[in-house]
Structures are given as C-alpha cells and as structure tokens.
C-alpha cells in the first residue's frame, strides 16, 4: 500500500518541486507560501506547495 504525502518539510518541497530549498524559505519569509508551525518544523501542505506553484512565474524572485 502506497501512501500519498499531504504534507512536506521546506527540504521535501524542495526535493519534490527541484527547486532550491533557499527559494522554498523565501517564499515562506515573503508570505508567499503559507505552512504551519509544527512544534519546530514548518509544515506546508500539499496544495498550497501546488497552489504556490501555478501562481509562481518563471524568473521570478
């Protein structure tokens, strides 16, 4: 049985999306990319790492 992450740390966003865990953190410190502190890990859950994703433009900071 396969079970489907509903949720990712900023270093699994970053593993999941190929992007660098730096921008996964910044767009976290701007607001951009919501999560939830969770003890002390930040939790960003799967749709809004999509919803962050389709919303982000190419190049952009």
């Known amino acids: 049985m396969t079970v489907e992450k509903i949720s990712y740390t ?3 966003a ?4 190929g992007l660098q865990r730096r921008k ?3 767009a976290m410190t701007n607001f ?3 999560f939830h ?3 002390r890990n930040k ?3 799967r749709e ?5 994703l389709r919303t ?3 190049g952009q900071s």
């Open 43 to 45: 939790i960003i859950m």
């Open 10 to 12: 900023p270093e699994e």
């Open 24 to 26: 996964i953190y910044d």
């Open 32 to 34: 951009e990319l919501a």
């Open 56 to 58: 982000h433009q190419p």
């Open 48 to 52: 809004e790492l999509v919803r962050w």
């Open 37 to 39: 502190p969770v003890g």
């Open 14 to 17: 970053s593993a999941a999306t």
